[in-house]
């Protein structure tokens, strides 16, 4: 490898990714140092993508190690500085004055190595530079790291932290988040309400596959429900309620660890976000208004609710896969 190869192949391996601004995020969110400079320098100690001092090009070294070292560092920094728009962009931090940082994505290199001759030199990438607010707060209103989280849906989810998630659960907090940052409540409680229905049809869906080849025509009632689309969203929950207690899914209540009380109480907030979305119809009145209180408390809430849920779907899912192993 020579400084060109060498160069070309730093430029080719920096990249960023969605969830690396998300880790950026998270971690520019719960260490708000209050400069771009500091916050950078500690984020890439932490991810262990520290800039080399110079990449050694030569035959007699591993040249690529070095290289791709270079690369991870500059990618790490530009999540960096979108995280740290997006964060300003979602009223998280302010800009203090109207000064910019500018990361230094030069590499330095050296040809020389023990008893050798050779050159020193340095690259530029700053066709991945971003400059960034220098200075910055966080919001005055935002005191906690839940109240960063209700603003920015990245940083709800990477709080959720349910690996299993269903997309399209994972599209409506994100929608709910984003209404909410708007101050949009009631389109906030559609999106979290269609998230709610959501998990409960996937667990529904899961519990039945976790049910043994024996039991699956006692459930042929709960599963017509289920799929049925004139059947109501408060009887298809309340069948997936049935489907727990249903005495050949006492693997998954062990695996679980979740007793039947604790999806009751799932249930009951399931409820109410429903009856605060169900405003989107005419002359129909939310129990209490819907302000920014009750559905922030809705958003939060939703967190160890769905955690409930997805733990119950994951232990389903477990018991069908050995299900499976046992018929073939």
């Known amino acids: ?15 960023v990714t969605h969830q690396m601004v ?11 140092t209050g400069d771009s400079a500091s916050l950078i320098n500690a984020f890439l100690k932490e991810m262990g993508a520290v800039m080399p001092q110079e990449v050694v090009v030569h035959h007699t070294v591993d040249s690529e190690a070095n290289a791709k070292q270079a690369a991870e560092s500059i990618s ?24 910019l940082y500018n990361p230094d994505f030069s590499v330095g290199y050296t040809t020389i190595v023990q008893y050798s001759g050779g050159e020193r030199g340095g690259w530029q990438f700053n066709q991945h530079a971003l400059s960034v607010p220098n200075r910055f707060k966080i919001s005055p209103s935002l005191k906690s790291v839940q109240d960063q989280a209700l603003c920015d849906g990245d940083l709800y989810l990477h709080n959720l932290n349910i690996a299993s998630i269903h ?7 994100h929608e709910a988040v984003k209404c909410f940052r708007h101050e949009l ?4 409680l559609a999106m979290l309400a269609k998230a709610s229905e959501g998990a409960w049809l996937e667990l529904g869906a899961s519990l039945l596959k976790a049910l043994p080849n024996i039991a699956k025509a ?25 489907l727990y207690t249903h005495p050949e899914l006492k693997p998954v209540r062990e695996n679980s660890q979740v007793d039947e009380k604790d999806l009751k109480q799932v249930l009951v907030w399931s409820d109410v976000v429903r009856e605060s979305r169900n405003v989107i119809h005419y002359a ?8 920014y209180e009750k559905v922030a408390a809705l958003l939060l809430g939703a967190v160890p609710h769905l955690r409930i849920i997805y ?11 050995e299900n499976a192993a046992k018929d073939i």
């Open 185 to 188: 409540y009631t389109p906030a």
């Open 22 to 32: 998300v880790v950026a995020k998270q971690f520019a969110a719960n260490h708000p």
């Open 218 to 242: 006692s459930a042929d009632k709960r599963e017509k429900e289920l799929a049925s689309p004139w059947v109501s969203v408060a009887r298809k929950v309340q069948v997936v309620l049935e």
């Open 167 to 173: 997309p399209e659960v994972e599209e409506a907090l």
């Open 76 to 99: 790490w920094q530009v999540a960096m500085c979108e995280a740290i728009w997006s964060l300003v962009h979602d009223n998280v931090f302010l800009p203090v004055d109207g000064h």
């Open 311 to 321: 733990r119950v779907y994951d232990a389903s899912t477990t018991v069908a896969k």
């Open 1 to 15: 490898m020579n400084p060109h190869e060498a160069e070309r192949f730093i430029d080719d391996n920096i990249s």
């Open 284 to 291: 129909v009145q939310a129990p209490t208004a819907n302000t």
